[in-house]
Structure formats: C-alpha cells, structure tokens
C-alpha cells in the first residue's frame, strides 16, 4: 500500500491514545503463557507483531481468548505444538521465546522451530544464540540467524554480561534462568529497558539488581495476575513529533509509560529546544505513566550524547526526520545497533532523507544531518514500520506531497497511525500500489 500525506494547511489540535506499548505486550504474552492460571490483560496492543507472539502461545498449549477489549491467557502447562512458531516481523518475539522455552520442563521431550518472514529472518540471532548455550540449551541456527530450532532441556545459571546493552538478550537469558538450576546473573554494561525486571515480581518471581547485576535463582513458579499496558512511548513519539513540527499546533498524548530507561527520546528532545510538557500521573502496576503535550517548537540541531542512545534506540527514525527539519545539523553516533533493527535505519533514513532533498552524511555508527528546507517526493519504507511512520510525519512540512510506497508495515506496531494523525488534522490517505 502506498500512504499519500499532503503539506499540513493548519495547526495540529487534540489529544490522542496511543496503542499499548509493544515490548511490555510481548512479554505478558509469554509470561502469561507459562504462568498458572488464568492472566487478564488490558490495553495490550493489537498489531501484526504482538499477536504473533500470542498466536504462538496458543499454538504451545495457552488457552487465548479475547472479550471486552480484554486479552485472557490461560496458562501454565505447555506442549509441542503442531509445526513451526512463525512470529512474523518480530524480533522481540522471536528472541525471548528461545529463551522462555530453551530450557522449559513441559517440552523437553520436543523438538520446537522459530521461523519469521523474510526480514527477521535476516537478523542476527548470535547474539541469544551464544548465552544459551553457554547455559546448556540444545540450539541450532542457520548461519547466525533464523530458523532456530530448540531441543528443551536441562539449563544451568550462568553469569553472563552482554558485548552490548540490549533488553531483548537480557530478557532472553533471564527467562531462560527461570528453568535453570541456580542462580542466573546478567550484568549490564549499560542501561537498556528493565520491562521483563519489573514485570517478573509482578508473576511471583523474585529478581534482585545490584548495581548493574541483575540476579535471578532458577526453579520459581509465575503466576496469573491482572495487568494493564501503558500507552507505548515508541508510537506517542510520532503525533509528539507531528505536534513540534506543525505550526501552531498542540497535542495532547494521555497514559504514556515513561519508562526511565526509555525517556532517550525525551531527553533529546529537550536538547534540541523540544516544547514538550511531561505530567506524572499514577503508575500503573510498576512502570511510571503520565501525560505528553507537545507544542510546534524551532527546533535546533544537536550533537546527542552517545549514552543516550540506548534509551532511544526504537525512537532514532523520527529523531532523524525532526532533524532534517531542525536550524543546524543534528550528529548521531554509537549507534550502530540501528543497522539489525527491521531494515537498516541508519541507510534507509540517509537514503530516504535525500530523496526529499535533505543533506546527510552515512558514518559507520551514525549520520550527520543537515536541517533545512523538506522537498516533496516520492520515498519508500523498506518493510519498516518506523521508517514507514517517521518519513509520514516529516512530510506533514514539506513543500509538497509525499508518497511513501510499502507503508503497510505501519501495521506491525501502530495500526491506528493514520487514523490517530488525521483525528488531530493531518491530511493522509492510502492507495493501493
């Protein structure tokens, strides 16, 4: 499908919800899938990645139904399923289900594939691959990346700290510590989303951090709860984003998570003169929510501190796009992690960038980008939902009108984006290709 956004004619007014947050809605898909009894969710996001996560857990023996905007999960005994567990575009799907089931006692009689479409199936999955079977999982991979195809088994604890920080690894091998005898320690060497940390408490299990030690004891037993998914910081950042650059625009963005280690995004917005008013509201469960409003800001370019960009790994497309609408340039770097998201994003937003006339320069971990003046063209996603969606809201204040080919993958992680963005006034519309 291709999306057809035309140059804003007036200010951007209203209040939005977001969809829930995607990281927290895979891992209460799993969790609740192994947890005894019955698991209620709500606000769990309805997209093409996160109900592949659930569909695979309903193929391993959950019990899934859905009723009143309400997800149930009835779990607690899994079995072989029938074929291969396709989780389509997912790579936090995909990699923390091979640590959920590496070493679950249900299937250790079973031989269990993880397959994905074609893009995750160019993602790097070494990465998971090596600590678990550093913990003793049976594992086999094709060339470092999908199908995986686990043989269930014994697990011991290991101590283990990541080449890099990154919360899909940390929660793979701690899901795995869970059936593994002893004690599991993962030592950070940065900060990276603590989601799977303070969701694990939350089923009965006791986790405990010391500094940047994460420790876990293998053999606890999770447990159904209630739970409610905050509004996805990721996606809010896209109507925040439309709001600064459109003038005279307001928007209003209701029970975001503000996740302290996932606010990247808001730091630099901050730092490049971003009008952006976070209000505190009550938690909900254990991750921190509150209100964005955002208001049309001069933005200025900044060079973003390497440190930041663990926290604002998902958000760097349309921190990309904000700067080519920015006074100045905007340089980016250590962020090389970029390159294995859904495309690479550091060359497809350069590419992309300069098919709209805007001036950027490729580095290896990184990219300079020139602000200026936003031409009207014709650019493509590259089957990336956030590309998809960051080119969508710069060509809110370009010259004339953007046509972005294979925009359907928005689908992935935020369904109602154009929906929500011409709701506050946007001018967006699809066409078949």
């Known amino acids: 499908m291709k999306l057809i956004i035309e140059p804003a004619r007036s200010a951007l007014e209203g209040r939005c919800r977001v969809p829930g947050d995607k990281s927290i809605s895979h891992r209460l898909a799993i969790l609740g899938g192994m947890a005894g009894g019955q698991s209620v969710i709500s606000g769990y996001l309805d997209s093409a990645d996160t109900r592949a996560t ?66 995750l199936s160019r993602r790097p999955m070494g990465r998971i691959v090596e600590p678990l079977r550093a913990m003793g999982a049976r594992i086999a991979d094709h060339a470092g990346c999908l199908p995986l195809t686990l043989r269930p088994g014994p697990l011991n604890g290991i101590r283990f700290r990541p080449r890099m920080a990154s919360a899909q690894v940390k929660s793979a091998v701690l899901l795995a510590g869970l059936h593994a005898q002893g004690e599991t320690v993962v030592v950070e060497p940065g900060p990276s989303r603590d989601h799977t940390e303070r969701l694990l408490p939350a089923f009965g299990v006791e986790i405990r951090r010391s500094g940047a030690e994460i420790h876990l004891h293998g053999g606890q037993v999770l447990r159904a709860g209630q739970f409610h998914v905050p509004g996805d910081l990721s996606s ?46 009550a938690a909900i469960g254990s991750e921190p929510v509150g209100s964005l409003t955002a208001k049309h800001s001069t933005l200025r370019g900044l060079e973003i501190p390497p440190e930041w960009v663990p926290l604002a790994i998902d ?23 970029l390159r294995v998201k859904e495309s690479d994003r550091l060359a497809v937003m350069c590419r992309e960038l300069v098919r709209l006339g ?28 956030r590309i998809a969606m960051s080119l969508a809201v710069l060509a809110l204040v370009a010259e004339g009108e953007v046509a972005i080919d294979n925009a359907e993958w928005i689908q992935t992680s935020y369904p109602t984006f154009v929906d929500d963005l011409c709701a506050l006034g946007a001018l967006m519309r699809w066409e078949e290709e």
């Open 54 to 119: 659930l569909a695979a857990m309903a193929a391993l023996g959950a019990e899934v139904s859905e009723s009143d905007g309400e997800i149930r999960i009835l779990g607690g005994r899994l079995r072989a399923p029938a074929g291969p567990l396709d989780l389509g575009n997912s790579g936090t799907g995909v990699r923390l289900l091979a640590g959920a089931l590496a070493g679950h006692p249900d299937l250790r009689a079973a031989e269990i594939q993880l397959v994905g479409d074609d893009s």
């Open 236 to 281: 809010a950042a896209f109507a925040l984003a439309a709001g600064l650059l459109v003038p005279g625009s307001r928007v209003v963005l209701d029970q975001v998570g503000l996740n302290p280690t996932r606010d990247g995004v808001l730091r630099i917005l901050d730092g490049m003169g971003a009008q952006v008013e976070v209000r505190p509201g």
């Open 315 to 337: 958000e760097f497309p349309i921190i990309m796009a904000l700067a080519a609408a920015a006074d100045g340039t905007t340089v980016i770097s250590g962020a090389e992690e």
């Open 358 to 385: 805007v001036r950027v320069e490729e580095t290896a971990d990184g990219a300079v980008v020139h602000g200026g003046p936003v031409h009207g063209g014709t650019v493509d996603s590259h089957g990336d939902h």
